[in-house]
């Protein structure tokens, strides 16, 4: 079964830190991945997409993917109490879109 | 663009009735999926319609049905609810092909008494 791990956490970092959140995937053929955050009671927002190996950065959001270990994370830099929220990963697995249970991340001020 | 629609936002029902959500997708997008979020199994995938024509199915009892119309609308129908339905209902578009990135609408929250 084509799966989606992540460390439900919660991981709490304070105000103005880096938050590092991990994802690993288990279909090799897996090209496409997502990062979408959660707030609690809504539903998830696309923070950022990534399809090559390396690094994409976008404002203080930092993917990074290394398909040879089929490894998919997500560094915060500076972050917010805003930034508290449930980070779910995902990656394209055939024709379906697999999630993980997702990360909490805790921001304190 | 607007964003994805859904109606309605809140529902509840009792045991053994049956229910129906519905789904707008984002203007020009063809694919709809449905997945269903509870707070122990996640994001679950429950199926994927493209053109009018149900492309990819999850791991869901028969009771889990939908359809797509010529609009893109879609809509998912849940018979004989069971306790264990209570969940967030959540619609996702994307534009084209099943690798696209997906755009989630706000959610049904159904709640099964």
């Known amino acids: 079964q084509k799966e989606v791990e992540q460390n439900s956490g919660p991981l709490s970092v304070p105000e103005g830190a880096i938050a590092s959140l991990n994802c690993t995937y288990s279909d090799r053929g897996s090209q496409s991945f997502f990062w979408y955050r959660q707030y609690s009671g809504k539903s998830p927002e696309l923070i950022m997409s990534i399809y090559s190996n390396g690094d994409k950065e976008d404002g203080r959001f930092t993917a990074q993917l290394n398909k040879a270990s089929q490894y998919v994370s997500l560094l915060i830099r500076d972050s917010q109490p805003s930034d508290s929220a449930t980070y779910l990963c995902a990656a394209w697995a055939g024709t379906a879109l697999i999630f993980g249970k997702g990360t909490t991340l805790s921001v304190s001020s | 663009k607007a964003g994805v629609t859904q109606t309605p936002r809140y529902l509840i029902k009792t045991r053994g009735q049956q229910v129906t959500l519905s789904c707008s997708p984002i203007s020009g997008h063809r694919s709809v999926s449905w997945y269903q979020q509870t707070p122990g199994q996640g994001l679950q995938f429950l199926f994927e319609y493209f053109s009018e024509t149900q492309r990819n199915k999850g791991n869901f009892p028969g009771r889990f049905s939908g359809r797509q119309f010529s609009n893109s609308r879609s809509e998912m129908n849940v018979s004989t609810l069971e306790l264990g339905d209570s969940a967030l209902y959540l619609c996702?578009?994307?534009?084209?092909?099943?690798?696209?990135?997906?755009?989630f609408g706000p959610g049904t929250r159904l709640t099964v008494l």
């Open positions: 996702a578009s994307t534009e084209a092909t099943s690798t696209d990135t997906q755009y």
